[in-house]
């Protein structure tokens, strides 16, 4: 069950175990989740009492230590059952690391704790209606006023939006400096806060159980105790964490390709027409071999960027060629797979359906693709 070289028998182990769970508790469940458009809370606390939220928290904190591929293990296996599951891998890989990097101990002990359990679930809001990848123009302020913050704007596309009682939110705090991103700040703030509220559920083409909203602050008095490391660094935090965030969305998108893979693969072995199986017709063996290919690259090279990722190495430009190539990679066999599943693969009752319409999304969250290739070519020095 091994799938990279850095992983011991406790990780065997762990991927075991946690595979079984899914198998019990997720997969039975998922498709009757994506007809409600929500994963239970039950859900969320069940991952809780077996500690597959945020492991890497440290102990003194009610977490385990784990280090990343642990968390890499925790994203593939939610990832095999579907792509509605990314908001789990948001709270645990993306949101609750800001709080344990830049958190003071007071902040760490009140918040960390709750989201180790289930009890919280966090949000990462940056995105706005009118600015996503371009951050530095974010038009959410936070003025001070004594010892409160008052937040005013909108945040749209926000990853458990509906579940989230705890978002860390990426606010104008100086709206006036020159130079726009160092005027940002983060702020956590927390359910029942009075001026926050939660907007409608978004309706996606894709990933129909995770839930997305809006959220919205008017007036928002936030205590400046939330207040997320130092003032008008919060533009630099981002800019820190995106690298984990990447790699995470190019690790479901390899897990994604290589899941379509064997869906195929097992498809067109039984399926038969004009006397034979189309896996028998020399365009359904170059298709797979070609997908093969591509996806034993990918894989290659995602396990060296997640051996120097968790050794603590800065690699930047090739997290961002990872994200673009393999996001790009899982979509085009997306569409392949699907047309070799014929017009069952246009049914929902097929999961190749619902990876075909969850995959696209992956080339556009976390930075699109096009953002990407900006980083790849700068860093090249162009």
């Not at 693969?345 to 930075?367: L, Q």
Request: aromatic residues 10%; glycine residues 8%; hydrophobic residues 40%.
């Amino acid at each position: 069950m091994t799938r990279y070289k850095f992983e011991t028998i406790e990780h065997e182990l762990f991927r075991k175990t946690f595979r079984k769970f899914l198998a019990e508790e997720a997969e039975p469940h998922y498709i009757q989740w994506e007809k409600d458009h929500l994963i239970p809370l039950s859900f969320w606390r069940k991952l809780g009492e077996m500690g597959y939220l945020c492991p890497q928290v440290e102990e003194q904190y009610g977490g385990l230590g784990l280090d990343f591929s642990f968390g890499v293990i925790i994203q593939e296996e939610l990832e095999r059952i579907g792509s509605s599951l990314i908001g789990i891998g948001l709270h645990n890989d993306i949101a609750v690391p800001y709080i344990e990097a830049y958190g003071t101990h007071e902040q760490k002990s009140r918040w960390l704790p709750k989201c180790i359990s289930g009890d919280y679930i966090t949000a990462i809001a940056m995105t706005e209606p009118s600015t996503g990848s371009d951050l530095a123009n974010i038009q959410t302020t936070a003025i001070r006023d004594g010892d409160f913050y008052i937040v005013n704007g909108q945040k749209t596309f926000i990853t458990n939006g509906i579940h989230t009682n705890l978002a860390i939110v990426a606010v104008k705090t100086n709206p006036q400096v020159e130079k726009k991103h160092r005027g940002i700040s983060l702020l956590v703030i927390e359910e029942g806060t009075p001026g926050f509220t939660k907007g409608r559920q978004l309706e996606k083409v894709g990933m129909h159980a995770q839930d997305t909203a809006e959220l919205y602050f008017e007036d928002c008095r936030v205590p400046v105790q939330n207040l997320l490391g130092e003032e008008g660094k919060g533009f630099h935090y981002m800019m820190e964490k995106l690298q984990q965030e990447r790699l995470a969305v190019a690790i479901a998108a390899q897990t994604a390709a290589e899941d379509m893979l064997t869906l195929t693969l097992d498809y067109v072995k039984s399926r038969q027409a004009f006397g034979k199986t189309i896996g028998d017709f020399q365009n359904t063996k170059f298709k797979i071999a070609e997908m093969a290919t591509k996806i034993e690259l990918g894989k290659s090279f995602l396990e060296s960027l997640i051996e120097e990722h968790i050794a603590g190495k800065e690699v930047v430009t090739k997290v961002s060629m990872a994200k673009y190539w393999i996001t790009e990679n899982a979509r085009e066999l997306a569409t392949q797979c699907m047309q070799l599943h014929g017009g069952y693969g246009y049914m929902e009752e097929y999961k190749i359906a619902r990876r075909y319409r969850d995959i696209p999304v992956m080339s556009i969250y976390a930075g699109t693709n096009e953002v990407m290739k900006v980083i790849i070519a700068k860093n090249l020095g162009l």
